[in-house]
C-alpha cells in the first residue's frame, strides 16, 4: 500500500504539488477508464472544446458528473482519494467539491496555459487538494507541471483559455501572472512522468500548466475540500457554475450543501 509519510505531507505544503505513485490499483484504473469513455461518448451540457477549430487533434473537458456516472462515484467515494487529502491538507474532514475530465487525442496542440485554479472557483480557504489522475501512460513533454511554492503567493489575474479575456475578477484587481515559458529557468518547475495509478496531487492555488499531447491523454481530475474552505458566492459565473447556490448557502459558510458531500473524516 502506498504510504502518505510525512515527507510527502510536508513537500506537499512547502512546494504545492506532490507526485504519488501506484496509489490507485488496476480495477479503480479500469472503472476510471470506463467512466471517462462513459462520458466522451455522452458529454453533459457543461463540456467545453478546449481546442481551436484548426486544432489537428481535440481538448475536450467536463465537470461534475459524479451524479450521473458510476465510475466516477465509486473513485471519489470509495478509493483513498478522500483519505490522501485530508493527510495532505491536515484536515479533520473532506468534502468533495467536483470532478473534472481532461482529454486530448493524439495530436492536439492546445496548451493548457500558466494558471491557478481556485481564482476561477467559489470558494475561499487554503485546505484544498486537487488529484490529476491519467488512464493513459503520460510522459514528461505532455505531463502537468507545476511552479513550486506559488501556492503561498498571491492570488493571480484569471483569464479565458484561448482569447486570454478577464472574465473573472475586474481587470487590474489581482496581479498578473508571470511569463513563465518565456524565463522557464528562472521558476521552480516539477513535472513527472506517470503509469496508470501513478497521480500528482496540487494545491488549487498552485501554478500549474501543460502542453499538447502526441499521444492520446485521458485525465480524471477530482478536487476535495478541506476545513478551513468556505462558501465566496461571485457576481459572475464561476467555472465550474454552480446555479442556485448562492441563494441557498450564505457567504463565508462552510460547504454543508448536497452539492459537497463529506467523503472522508479522521479516526478519533
Known amino acids: ?50 481546442s481551436a477549430a484548426n486544432d489537428p487533434g481535440l481538448f475536450i473537458e467536463d465537470f461534475c458528473n459524479w451524479t450521473e456516472n458510476a465510475d466516477y462515484r465509486d473513485i471519489l467515494f470509495t478509493s483513498r482519494l ?44 487554503r485546505q484544498t487538494c486537487s488529484f490529476w489522475i491519467p488512464v493513459d501512460p503520460i510522459d514528461r513533454a505532455s505531463t502537468l507541471e507545476f511552479v513550486a511554492g506559488s501556492h503561498l503567493g498571491p492570488w493571480l489575474m484569471p483569464r479565458s483559455f484561448r482569447d486570454q479575456q478577464a472574465r473573472w475578477f475586474p481587470e487590474g484587481s489581482l496581479g498578473e501572472l508571470p511569463d513563465i515559458e518565456a524565463a522557464r529557468d528562472q521558476f521552480p518547475i516539477l513535472g513527472w512522468a506517470l503509469a496508470p495509478g501513478d497521480l500528482v496531487a496540487f494545491n488549487m492555488l498552485t501554478l500549474h500548466a501543460a502542453g499538447g499531447a502526441s499521444q492520446r491523454r485521458r485525465v480524471f481530475s477530482a478536487r476535495y475540500i478541506g476545513d478551513d474552505v468556505t462558501h465566496a458566492p461571485r457576481p459572475w459565473t464561476t467555472s465550474p457554475d454552480f446555479p442556485g447556490l448562492a441563494a441557498e448557502l450564505a457567504p463565508s459558510a462552510a460547504l454543508d450543501h448536497p452539492l459537497f458531500p463529506e467523503v472522508w473524516r479522521a479516526n478519533g
Open 1 to 50: 500500500m502506498t504510504e502518505i509519510d510525512t515527507n510527502l505531507i510536508s513537500d506537499f505544503a512547502r512546494n504545492g504539488a506532490v507526485v504519488v505513485r501506484g496509489l490507485l490499483g488496476p480495477s479503480e484504473i479500469a472503472s476510471l477508464t470506463r467512466g471517462i469513455e462513459a462520458n466522451l461518448a455522452a458529454p453533459s451540457p457543461r463540456a467545453k472544446i478546449a
Open 82 to 125: 478522500a483519505e490522501v487529502a485530508g493527510k495532505l491538507t491536515g484536515s479533520r474532514a473532506i468534502r468533495l467539491y467536483h470532478d473534472h475530465m481532461l482529454t486530448k487525442t493524439a495530436g492536439a496542440r492546445q496548451p493548457t496555459p500558466w494558471h491557478q485554479d481556485q481564482p476561477y472557483y467559489n470558494i475561499e480557504g
